[in-house]
Every structure is written in structure tokens, then in C-alpha cells.
């Protein structure tokens, strides 16, 4: 299986903006709306099952359901490179509040994707603070010590701090681009 790049932040620490970076790296790379609208993952991967190829057209994915998913795509994808993105909590929390608020659950085919992809990540479609901040916790935590032991697949990268291309660039072994880094829902 050919190595892929997998975003696998959380919501709002960043993802969008790795999806243009990646992009504008030359990688075919697909973030969420991609996911929602191919409603990829829901029957395979959250159900375990990384028999098929979902990813056939991507170099990279970025974002849920990537982030819930990522030890299952480390075993089907060896040799990719993982890029766990993070942000600190409390503007992270507010960001996520708001997120809840803008994308509710509904009944069509979108509501019914966010219902699915948040409970597996987060185990609630509409977590509290407490339980975000758990999440998040733990799976930072989950993803350093998966990787510990091979510390070329993982770059841990705090877009909102600033990080950006010199660190992605030098991971990926590519050339820095002479653009700015792309910045995303800037101060959301």
C-alpha cells in the first residue's frame, strides 16, 4: 500500500489549514467536506474495517474521521507520515463551542455523518468542555506514545502558535514555499 499523509488534529487545532498547506505542497489531500460528502469512513473504518481502499485517489488526508481512525490507518498505510496537529486548550474549547453551535446534528445525510464521526471521536455528538478536554488529552497522549518508537512518522505541529512551513517542510522533505504558511478560520 503506498505511504499516505494523515492529518489526525482534532477539529479546530489547525486542519484546514494543513489541508492548503498539503495542497499547496502538490498533495492530493481531502479534509473533512471531502470525507462528509463521500461519507467515507462510516462503514469501514469507524466499523473497524480497513479492507478497502478509501483513499485510492488521495495522497493525504486531513480531519475527522482521520483523527478517530489513525492507529487502524497506520496498520493499512505502513510508512506514512502522521501529523498531529494541536492548539491550546482554552482557545481551543471556545472554537469548538462554536463549531457545535454553527453544525448541529440534523436528519439528512451531513447531520447523520457528524452524529457518527463525533461519537467515535468524542464519544457525545455535542461534548462539554470537561469531556472535550479529556478527549484531547488522551489522544495526544495516545498518539505520542504510538509513536514513540518511531519519531520520522509523527510531527506534532501548533499552527496556531505559529508553526508552519519550516517544521511541515523539513518532515515531509520538501522545499519551503516562498508564500506565507495558509492560516485558516484565523482567530476562530
Known sequence: MTPRIFGIG??????LSLALALRELGYRTAHYVEHCAARRGLDTWLAGDFSVDELADWDAAVDLPVGACWRGLDRRYPGSKFILTVRDEGPWLASMARLWERRPITGDDAGEYRRRVR????????PGPATLAAVAAGHQRDVVAHFGGRPDDLLVLDICAGEGWDRLCAFLGRPRPASRFPWAHRGQ
Open 119 to 126: 461519537l467515535a471521536m468524542y464519544g457525545d455528538v455535542a
Open 10 to 15: 482534532l477539529s479546530r487545532t489547525g486542519t
